[in-house]
């Protein structure tokens, strides 16, 4: 008992630092990008968000098999050796969770700007001060949205057990972990996982909410 | 797009390059050889084979041994794309092809056991200690009338490419049958669907034995006949750059020592064990079975 519960512990910590370092990666360039989207009001700007907004219900199994040919020793990537390891998840959660933190950044920004800056002038704000106001309540918001991107990289399963390859201490992440154990009849300690993802995706969601509530109460 | 935004955007960029690079950099330290092994579900989920690395690695600790556990279809699929070292399966007439295509070469079988078919305890097809493929005609008699279910595996892993041989050798195709029912997905669930329709399916004994609890509905029915014979086989992969280490890997699994841990697994857990070894005496009698399964 003492060894599972030190393997379930591995696992977890595995999957809270491979998604991440996923959601770091998509939050590198996510911001840049929305920024940029948002000062340009221009129609190719616009199609860019829409594209970006279908492609937040992309299914994981498809983004998984696409990345898996073009990083295996075949594909036009394979010389990086980079499939079946955990950065390969990382690449592939961070390239599934980009078209949500562009969504959800580009979306509360344009929002807030029409809103909170024009209120706090309107108020009788100096620039500077409604700046301020403007970056407290786009933290919040680029907190929200970093949390919605983790939460999915944490809980999806197509790219870890594609291009991870569900690999004992290595790539084995809570997802793959419940799925193997699923195969192996083992539906108990599968419960006992999905307990432990199902815990973590809470933790992530009321802290959204939260947020959430807190920035519209002010 | 302005100059600002620009600027901005390639700095973005170099910033996750870099952390890429150091991230990389991280997890490819240390100098142990990976040795990458393409393996089937059923061998991998009963646990055999994370034993069998764990002995490996005491006496090589420099390889370490990773498993992608897949279906034999898929297995030898990904040694043809260069991303296996070694790859162990239980399909001989899939591995014949790939065999022929020159993918893997240098062949060893390391364990065998048996296919059993299990259906529901009260039988509605009355195939209890039939011959295989009498069973499958009379299962297919029932399933006709009504009686029966049919669960298949319909992924093609070599469960299913064995299961699709009985068919054919009893002369009958269920395909599209509203009785014949395909879950595409491992041997546990298989056999969870069911057990849940209390219907037929084919599955190899050790996943049957370690899962056999939870199937309080379904019982072992037919379990004699060559053609119930899994073999499992260990190849080398020919694009593999570590040719070297997985040959190690597969002297160490036929050797006496891994054909021991093999022998024993699972004995003191289910009362018998899940897979035999290969004796010098049964050798040449399993080979000449694999020749005829590849033949189909």
């Known amino acids: 008992m003492e060894g599972l519960y030190q393997e379930v512990l591995a ?55 696409a990345l898996y040919l073009i990083l295996s020793k075949s594909g036009p990537l394979g010389f990086l050796g980079l499939l079946y390891t955990p950065l390969a998840i990382s690449i592939g959660q961070s390239i599934l969770i980009t078209p949500i933190l562009v969504s959800i950044i ?95 995706s809470t933790i992530v969601t009321v802290a959204i909410r939260s947020l959430g509530i807190r920035g519209a109460y002010r | 797009m302005s100059s600002k935004a620009l600027i901005i955007m390639v700095l973005a960029i170099v910033l996750s390059v870099a952390l890429l690079s150091l991230v990389y950099m991280l997890s490819t330290s240390g100098k142990q050889v990976v040795l990458r ?27 370490v041994v990773q498993f992608i556990a897949v279906g034999s279809g898929e297995a030898l699929r990904k040694a043809e794309l260069g991303d296996a070292d070694l790859v162990l399966v239980h399909a001989p007439s899939l591995a014949r092809k790939y065999l022929e295509k020159g993918v893997i070469y240098g062949g060893r079988i390391f364990a065998y056991n048996y296919f059993v078919i299990v259906g529901p305890k009260n039988d509605p097809a009355n195939i209890a ?64 669907v069911a057990h849940e329709y209390a219907a037929y399916t084919l599955s190899d004994i050790g996943t049957y034995l370690k899962f056999s609890s939870k199937l309080t509905e379904l019982k072992v029915l037919v379990d004699k006949g060559d053609i119930l014979v899994n073999i499992y086989s260990a190849y080398l992969v020919r694009e593999s750059k570590n040719e070297k280490y997985a040959k190690k890997f597969i002297d160490f699994i036929v050797s006496d020592k891994g054909q021991e841990i093999i022998s024993s697994y699972g004995g003191e857990e289910f009362g018998r064990p899940l897979f035999y070894p290969v004796k010098i005496a049964s050798i040449e009698e399993l080979k000449r079975m694999w020749n005829e399964l590849a033949e189909e």
């Open chain 2, 37 to 63: 092994v393409s393996t089937t579900t059923s061998l991998y989920a009963t646990g055999l084979l994370d034993r069998l690395a764990d002995e490996f690695s005491k006496e090589h600790p420099n390889i």
């Open chain 1, 11 to 65: 696992i977890t910590l595995r999957t809270l630092w491979i998604s991440g370092t996923a959601t770091i990666l998509a939050i590198s360039w996510s911001i840049p990008l929305s920024l940029i989207l948002i000062s340009s009001k221009n129609r190719i700007s616009i199609f860019i968000q829409d594209l970006f907004n279908a492609l937040i219900s992309l299914p994981t199994v498809v983004l998984g098999l």
């Open chain 1, 106 to 200: 580009t979306s509360s920004f344009q929002k807030l700007r029409d809103e909170v800056w024009e209120t706090a002038i309107t108020l009788g704000a100096s620039e500077f001060q409604a700046s301020i106001a403007l970056l407290r309540e786009g933290t919040l918001l680029l907190i929200r949205a970093i949390l919605a991107g983790f939460n999915r990289a944490v809980g999806e399963l197509g790219v870890a057990l594609i291009v991870g390859g569900n690999i004992k201490g290595f790539t084995r992440v809570l997802t793959t972990t419940i799925a193997l154990e699923l195969t192996k009849g083992n539906f108990e300690l599968a419960i006992y996982l999905g307990i432990v993802l199902l815990t973590l």
């Open chain 2, 129 to 192: 200690g039939l011959d295989p493929i009498e069973a499958m005609k009379k299962i297919y008699e029932a399933g006709e009338k009504g009686y029966a279910k049919f669960v298949s595996r319909g992924d093609n892993s070599g469960t299913h490419v064995r299961e699709l041989m009985l068919w054919r050798k009893a002369g009958l195709n269920p395909k599209g049958k509203p009785w014949y029912i395909e879950t595409g997905s491992g041997m546990s669930q298989t056999l969870m």
